[in-house]
Structures are given as structure tokens and as C-alpha cells.
């Protein structure tokens, strides 16, 4: 098990910048691939983006593409999401979460890959 901590949320206007992270902490961060996915109140968690457990291969949600960034740092055990030109429609809590299988070299849009979740962050754009 790996135990995730999410930072970063906060309250941003619509245009504006906000970098997420979230450390991990249990079974080696470094094997696994890691993804981010947002809950807006009302609303089923949602893909977000992707990384593999060695950070070449990346994916995004297509509301995503072109804004936001993710990233590792396997030394730090830590994932990022760098979300710029932020939108109303961004506004969500946040999540980080570790892939069930090591070394996988394919990316997963499906919360059900995911073994093992953070607690969220609270992501708020006003218009």
C-alpha cells in the first residue's frame, strides 16, 4: 500500500496558475504509474492525466490538453500537476492515485486501476 498526500488547492481566477503535488509514502513509489482525477459536487470522478512509473509516457484528458502539466520526481516520491489557464469548469477536488501493477508501461483512465488514493485537494476558479 502507498499512502498519498495531496497539496497545492487552492482559490485562483479564471486564467490563472496552481501546481499540485502529492507525495507518497509505503511501497516504492518509483514502480508504479501514478494519475490525477477530479470530482466536481454532483458529478462522477473524472480522468484527468497520467504518468508512467519512469515519467516518459504521459496522457491527458482532452478538457486538460494544452493547460495542464504532470510530472515525478521518483528521488522526492512526489507527482505534480501543474494546471495553468485554469477555468470555471476546473473547479473540483483533486486526487492523486498509485496504479495497482509495477512497471506498467501503459496509462489508465479508469479509477478502478488504482489501487491507492490520496484524500484530495480543493481546486476553485472563479469567473
Known amino acids: 500500500q502507498v499512502q498519498l498526500v495531496e497539496s497545492g488547492g487552492g482559490l485562483v481566477q479564471a486564467g490563472g496558475s496552481l501546481r499540485l503535488s502529492c507525495a507518497a509514502s509505503g511501497r516504492t513509489f518509483a514502480m508504479y504509474g501514478m494519475g490525477w482525477f477530479r470530482q466536481a459536487p454532483g458529478k462522477d470522478r473524472e480522468f484527468v492525466a497520467a504518468?508512467?512509473?519512469?515519467?516518459?509516457?504521459?496522457d491527458y484528458a482532452d478538457s486538460v490538453k494544452g493547460r495542464f502539466t504532470i510530472s515525478r520526481d521518483n528521488a522526492k516520491n512526489t507527482v505534480y500537476l501543474q494546471m495553468n489557464s485554469l477555468e470555471p469548469e476546473d473547479t473540483a477536488v483533486y486526487y492523486c492515485?498509485?496504479?495497482?501493477?509495477?512497471?506498467?508501461?501503459?496509462?489508465?483512465?479508469?479509477?478502478?486501476?488504482?489501487?491507492?488514493w490520496g484524500q484530495g485537494t480543493q481546486v476553485t476558479v472563479s469567473s
Open positions: 504518468i508512467t512509473w519512469n515519467g516518459r509516457t504521459t
Open positions: 492515485a498509485a496504479d495497482r501493477v509495477g512497471f506498467s508501461t501503459a496509462l489508465y483512465t479508469s479509477p478502478g486501476r488504482y489501487a491507492d
